[in-house]
Structure formats: C-alpha cells, structure tokens
C-alpha cells in the first residue's frame, strides 16, 4: 500500500536514523492492555536484554513483570486491564484518554520500533494512530487476534498500521495468508517454557495430601474461573461424575479452584453425588492434572495445559442461550479446543451447549479411565502437542526477539514493497 509524498521525508529520516541501530541502543515502546501481556511482555524483554546485552531502553505501557525488565510504564497497567462489557463501559472514558496519550508518548519518544501485546481493543486503536502521525515507526503485534475463529475482515484491516504479526499457534501464518493480513510468524506458545517445570513436578506430595486411594481412576474436573462458566457447567460435569460413580467405578475426584470462583463452585456441590478433593495454586493444579487418569474440562487455555501435562480430556462449555445463536454465526474455526487447532484435528471430544450434557460428557469420558482404544488415541495425540507449540529448538520468546530486532535495528517499517 502506497503512502503520501508528504509522509516520504519523514521516512526516509527515520530510515536513516535506524541504519546503525545495531551499534547501539535501541528504544522500544511496548504496551500490554493487561496481565497475561505484561507476562508475555516480560519474558520478551528478557530475551531481547540477553541479545542486546542490556542496551535497550524501553517506553510504554506494562505492569509490575515489565517493569522489572526495565519498562517505564505511562501508567499504572490496572487503569485499562478489565475485562467485561460492564466494567469497560464503566471505565470508557478513562481507556480512550489512555489511548491518545500513549499513543503520543509513542510519537514523542520515537522508538526505533512498537511492539502491542494482544489485548487488541485497547492496543490496535494506539498502533493505528501511530501509524498515521508516524508512518516510518515499524510496529509489531504480539498475539494475534483470532482472526482465524471470527471477525475474519480484521486481518487485511490490520495491514494498514501493523507490518508484522507474532504468532502463538502454528496455524495462524497460513490464516493471515490467507485473510489477506500482514505478514506473521509463528514464534510458539509461551505455555511450552513451562514444560520442563511441569516435567520435573513431583505430584506425590498431593496424592499424599489428599489420601488418594492407590489403584483407583482419578478424573480432575476443571469447570472455569469465571462465575459464568460455573454456574453453567457444574450442574452437567457433576451429573456426568454421577453416571460415572453409578457404574461401579471407584473415581476419585479433584478439582483445582481459583479463590474468586470457590464460593460458587461449593454452592452447587451439595448436589453432587460425591465431594471432589478442592486444591488451590498453580503447583498444586498441575500435580493433580499429573495425577489424573483423565479430565472433565470447560473450553480455554486449561486445555493446553492438560495437553502439556500429557492428561487425556474431555471439553465442554456452555454460552448464555441468547447469545448462542450469534457466536454460532460468527465463529468460523473448526473447534474451539486449542489442542484439536493445534493438531487440526479432533483428537479430543468437545461437547458444547446442547450437546453439553451429562450423557454425552459420561459416554465419552467412561472410556478414558480404563485401558480403551480412545484412551491410546488421545495419549498418542497427546504425544503430538508439545512440538507442534514450538518452533524447532527454541524458546517463544527468543523467535519473538529475533523478529523484533530485525525490524527495529534494520528499520524495516513502512512503505511496505
């Protein structure tokens, strides 16, 4: 896409100013909308300090996990990280006045690039007025929308002000190619750095713990963290560990809780058949996806950790009834369990709204706690996940770094050839 002759002397100076960029230091801006970006951010950062020996200095918007990595955020991270319609429109106006101004920090600071980290309806409108004021800044998104699930017009929308896009999953290159979107690279999933910890995790002391029975099937049961998701799938999963305890199959069951959905999950548990072992924190999660023979979880990234933990699952989810009808027409991906787009395949069942009950959840479930056929399937695609998250032999955040230096060291922003 062509530019103005007006916007060509502007480039041509910041072209020129980023021909030795390598000799020195660089000055990135970075913005995160919220904390699973700051995380991201931070991991990042720490790869870009060990390449560049610390000689970066970076402007934006993160929180406490940039920070440590040397970010000077505009503004506390809190002031735009909700989530929820309600709590958005409640802090509408705050939002907006954030986005102009970082986005003048942006212009101010002149970075030799811009890197936004996912969290698109807050950071795609400052790359977008960045673009116009200074077209020669390279910017880089970090996280792709799901531009392969819905909403797929944002893709070619996104070449106007975004020239590169890093992505998290091994499908997105082809779908942006497709879509018409900038160019992108698959650069892994973060969650795989995780998977020596995760590895060398001794799940035992839990077992212990808890008095888990030797011998005896164990299911995790995972039904959110939101209180939405909760209150609809309790009554199911619970139902299907009910069918599951009818047969004669001695399970043992545990649930991993976040403190702020506990209330709610005890709410419903008084009409379940059994009492599941409830565990908190990340460590404690973990062992017991270690230990299970399999799992009974709602849709999201929980899935890719069970994956990664090597656990066989089954997925169910449930959406409020009045917006089911539309998501149905706007969703366009083949799943939506991050494992089966991963393989691009349905290796693991996914039952969803109506099909989200508990005959179904149990039919597919009761084979997974004994030695079956769809057992060894899911273990076999099991087996699969953890190198299709990764590009070969290195780390998500070391093949962001690399994509973020060629642009900000070798000035590879605008006009596009």
Known sequence: MGRSPAAAPENLGVRERRVSASGRDLCLFMVAGEHSGDALGAKLMAALNGRRRGRVRYLGVG???????????????????????????????????????????????????????????????????????????????????????????????????????????????????????????????????RSPWIAALDPAPLAQRLGLAGGRPRLVVLPGSRTSEVSRLMPPFGEAVGQLLRTGREVEVVMPVVPSVRPYIERHLGAWPKRPHLVEGEEDKFRAFKLATAALAASGTVTLELALAGTPMVVGYKVDMLIAPLLRRLIVAPSVVLPNLVLGERAFPEFHQEDCEASRLFGALAPLIEDSPERAKQMAALARVPAALQVAQQAPSEAAASVVLDYAENGRGWPRP
């Open 63 to 193: 929180g406490p996990q940039m920070a440590a990595h040397g970010l000077i955020s505009q503004f506390p991270l809190d002031d735009v990280a909700v989530m929820g319609p309600a709590a958005i429109l409640a802090r509408l106006p705050r939002i907006l006045h954030r986005i102009s101004t970082t986005a003048s920090a942006a212009v101010a600071g002149e970075p030799d690039a811009v890197v936004i980290i996912d969290s698109p309806e807050f950071t795609h409108p400052i790359a977008r007025r960045i673009r116009r004021r200074r077209p020669g800044i390279p910017i880089i998104d970090y996280v792709s929308p799901s531009v392969w699930a819905w909403r797929p017009g944002r893709a070619r929308k996104m070449r106007n002000y975004v020239d590169h896009v890093l992505a998290l999953w091994p499908f997105e290159p082809d779908a942006h190619q497709r879509l018409g979107g900038p160019p992108c690279t698959f650069v892994g999933h973060p969650l795989i750095e």
